[in-house]
């Protein structure tokens, strides 16, 4: 063999090893000795490094310290958020036109320092192309210069936290900072020692481009505390996160009870399912995975399921291209242990190893592995190490596929291979993902919306739906901030002490009607047997409503999983059952506005036109139903994008105490016109509107189940909702202290949290398209799909 450095390129193609490599990473280096390699903060538009500071080192993926960065204190926390409120005012006055001139030059100065930009990136976490983070920003600042004309009525949030993880990419940070700034907010960057030189960087180029000082400080500590105390400075307006869920987590509980929008990205660690059904052309799409696995994208844990009928071509085409392949790195020496422990686990479980050769006893490179015939339940399939391992898992027909790779909650991203189309379209549609790749692998855009579904988070990046998590109504008024109080977790919600009604005891010359509610299209009494009393304002007993609690809860969701699917797949009928479900309301008006003003002591004049808005209001969602899925995105490669809404599943929504009838109704029909199936807890105080609507569903044609009405104390509702796993987003009017449980203990799911204290009842009577359109947002998720052409 010739010696390296004379080497020429008929030896490397004959040989198949890797070329000679430049050594070192100079500009990176060169970038790191500017700063002595002592990384500081990035406050006011400029870098400071006070000198009495705690550091952390920054490792390589060798384990070496490369540098060191500083770790905030409050000081420092201060500083930053009083310089982000001011930075707000200056970014956010600049005209949409200045401040897409500002990105567009950021987007030259990362062309510029491009070679420095991608050696950061390598130097530190999983590769980002520097192309790639250009199209990013080029992106983002064509929707700075559109903002008021595509997206009126719509104001920036404010003051906007980005936490990262150490485990989060570079580009995944660029995605929540600069869809934010694009949008007129102001952003502090909270990240770990490890990704502190790519966001010190970050903020260095935006300083260079002319970003407004203040518009974007960074802060770096050691752990996610740092960023509980930056939303504890009552200067946030929303938080967003990108990296690992134990991390995520943690920071819900730590933020819960600031009132502060919380939107998780726990992206890392996330599983990508590929399907080869036997209709594929199986050469291409195991060169696809392979390719994808084991050499380029290192960001997703890839899965692969096979049709039974070329199963055994497929694992004949596997050992022949995996034959001579090396061992390659792993992000870090630490992933060793977890590659080694899922190895042995899949093994025991009878899975077949096949490995171009015996990895090394240590170290942080490990050889390309398949394990074939692993079990679903296998910890490598569920819930692969982050390592060069493909799972491979056999089905027989398009169901059983389609059921096993939604198996894991950690699915964020799917790859379907055939040539059937008709089959392409119904596994598009089946698969539980975000982002679905038809015959190809990891195709990466910026206009492309990525959903987080089940354990992978839950919020929408990328697109022109990623755009609205850092923006609100206009005519919506901010939530202000609350302290957190003082919450017992274990207690809330637990039942009250029932209540014995004593014979004699109530007037019987004005008996009080005893109502049910509804659940699975039945009317029922509560599980429990108890009834709780309705009073006026005036303490004169009204009626008795039932008193449910979880198991009421329980079967209004079994009975919403069973009929929801086909709801969701018919928009043509359900905009006829909300069209019925109007004329049947608009039938008993007359009796529900006497019980609106009965219940809530308006005048009968204003109770009327309640009820006529409210038939308005399900007129305009019946007309959205079969409007606004989506559309084709414009992409630089070849293909095409199709961006589509599709319903979250089960709603649960804890109604507020102003305009019960028509809170109820617009957003009952927010959720069940986009698919959904809701559950309906109203108002404790004010439920006989509720109770007394319930005459108007069973009236119409709504299929029973999509809607359910429970009445009865709204904590434990409130917890029975939250600890049941099938709910999929909760809708919150109620105490802070509520919203601050609900905070704690689901943090994954969709919240949309509005503390009581903030609640006026103008929402609902306002006619303005952007408080519709939250509503409706609320009720969708986003799957992309991407097709190729060539």
């Not at 990473?25 to 870098?47: E, K, T, V, Y």
């Not at 005036?538 to 449910?548: I, K």
Request: one cysteine or more; hydrophobic letters at 40%; glycine letters at 8%.
């Amino acid at each position: 063999m010739a010696d390296s450095r004379t080497r020429k390129v008929r030896d490397i193609f004959d040989s198949m090893e890797s070329g000679p490599t430049s050594s070192g990473r100079p500009a990176a280096q060169a970038w790191l000795q500017s700063h002595s390699g002592s990384l500081g903060l990035f406050i006011d538009g400029s870098s400071v490094c006070p000198s009495d500071r705690q550091t952390a080192s920054a490792l390589d993926s060798s384990g070496e310290s490369v540098c060191s960065a500083l770790c905030a204190v409050d000081e420092d926390v201060s500083a930053c958020v009083s310089s982000s409120a001011g930075g707000f005012k200056a970014w956010a006055a600049l005209s949409c036109h200045r401040r897409a001139q500002v990105l567009r030059r950021l987007a030259a100065a990362v062309q510029k320092h491009s070679q420095c930009v991608s050696e950061v990136c390598d130097l530190f976490q999983p590769p980002s192309s520097p192309a790639a983070l250009v199209r990013l920003v080029q992106y983002h600042a064509g929707w700075a210069q559109l903002r008021d004309l595509s997206i009126p009525d719509w104001s920036p949030r404010g003051v906007v936290a980005v936490v990262v993880s150490d485990d989060a990419s570079v580009y995944c940070m660029w995605l929540k900072v600069l869809p934010a700034l694009a949008m007129g907010n102001s952003v502090v960057l909270v990240s770990g020692p490890q990704m502190a030189p790519p966001s010190l960087l970050l903020a260095e180029l935006c300083a260079e481009a002319g970003l407004p000082a203040g518009a974007l400080n960074v802060l770096s500590g050691s752990d996610v505390s740092l960023a509980g105390k930056v939303v504890a400075s009552t200067g946030i307006s929303f938080l967003t996160y990108c990296g690992n869920k134990q991390d995520g987590e943690a920071l819900c509980r730590q933020t819960a009870g600031w009132c502060v929008p919380v939107a998780l990205s726990t992206s890392p660690g996330s599983v990508c399912p590929v399907i080869i059904f036997e209709s594929a052309d199986i050469d291409s799409a195991l060169d696809s995975v392979m390719e994808a696995a084991f050499k380029k994208n290192r960001e997703y844990q890839w899965v692969l399921y096979v049709q039974e009928s070329v199963l055994d071509g497929a694992i004949a085409r596997l050992k022949v291209r995996m034959a001579g392949m090396k061992a390659v790195p792993l992000l870090c020496e630490a992933d060793r242990a977890l590659v080694d422990e899922a190895v042995q686990e899949a093994h025991r479980q009878g899975a077949t190893l096949i490995q171009p050769c015996p990895p090394a006893p240590s170290g942080a490179l490990y050889p390309p592995t398949v394990l074939s015939g692993v079990a679903p339940s296998c910890q490598a399939v569920v819930s692969p190490a982050p390592g060069p391992i493909l799972p491979l898992m056999s089905f027989r027909g398009s169901g059983e596929g389609i059921t096993l790779a939604n198996h894991s909650p950690f699915v964020q991203a799917a790859s379907v291979w055939t040539e059937d189309l008709t089959l392409s379209l119904e596994s598009v549609k089946s698969l539980c993902a975000g982002t679905v790749w038809l015959n190809s692998l990891a195709v990466m855009d910026p206009s492309l919306s990525l959903s987080g579904l089940k354990e992978v988070g839950n919020c929408t990046d990328g697109g022109r739906e990623g755009l609205y998590q850092f923006l609100r109504p206009s005519a919506s008024p901010p939530l202000r901030c609350f302290r957190p109080s003082q919450v017992d977790y274990a207690t809330f919600g637990a039942p009250s002490p029932m209540v014995a009604f004593v014979p004699g005891g109530s007037d019987s010359s004005s008996p009080a009607r005893v109502y049910q509610h509804l659940v699975g299209g039945r009317q029922s009494k509560a599980e429990s047997g108890c009834s709780k009393a309705v009073r006026s304002a005036g303490g004169a007993l009204l009626a008795h409503c039932p008193d449910g609690g979880p198991k009421d809860v329980r079967n209004a969701v079994e009975a919403a999983i069973k009929v929801q699917p086909s709801w969701a797949r018919s928009p043509s009928a359900r905009v006829q059952s909300l069209y019925s479900l109007a004329g049947s309301l608009e039938k008993k008006s007359r009796e529900l506005a006497a019980s609106v003003q009965t219940q809530t002591g308006v005048s009968l004049e204003e109770a009327e036109q309640e009820v006529e808005l409210s038939v308005s209001r399900l007129c305009e969602w019946a007309a959205r139903c079969d409007k606004e899925r989506g559309g084709v995105q414009s992409l630089p490669q070849s293909g095409s994008s199709y961006s589509t809404a599709e319903p979250i599943g089960v709603v649960g929504v804890v109604l507020p105490d102003s305009k019960p009838l028509l809170s109820l109704v617009s957003l009952l029909g927010a959720a069940v016109a986009m698919g959904n199936a809701a559950i309906m807890m109203p108002s404790e105080k004010n439920p006989l509107p509720a109770l007394e609507f319930i005459q108007v569903l069973l009236a119409a044609d709504l299929p029973g189940g999509v809607v359910s009405i429970i009445t009865g104390a709204r904590d434990q509702l409130t917890k029975a909702l939250a600890n049941h796993s099938v709910i999929q987003a909760i809708w919150y009017w109620g105490s802070k202290e509520g919203c601050q449980f609900l905070q704690s203990s689901s943090p994954l799911r969709r919240l949309w949290l509005h503390p009581e204290e903030q609640e006026n009842g103008e929402r609902w009577t306002r006619p303005d398209a952007s408080l519709l359109e939250e509503m409706w947002r609320q009720a969708v998720v986003w799957k992309s799909l991407w097709i190729p052409t060539a």
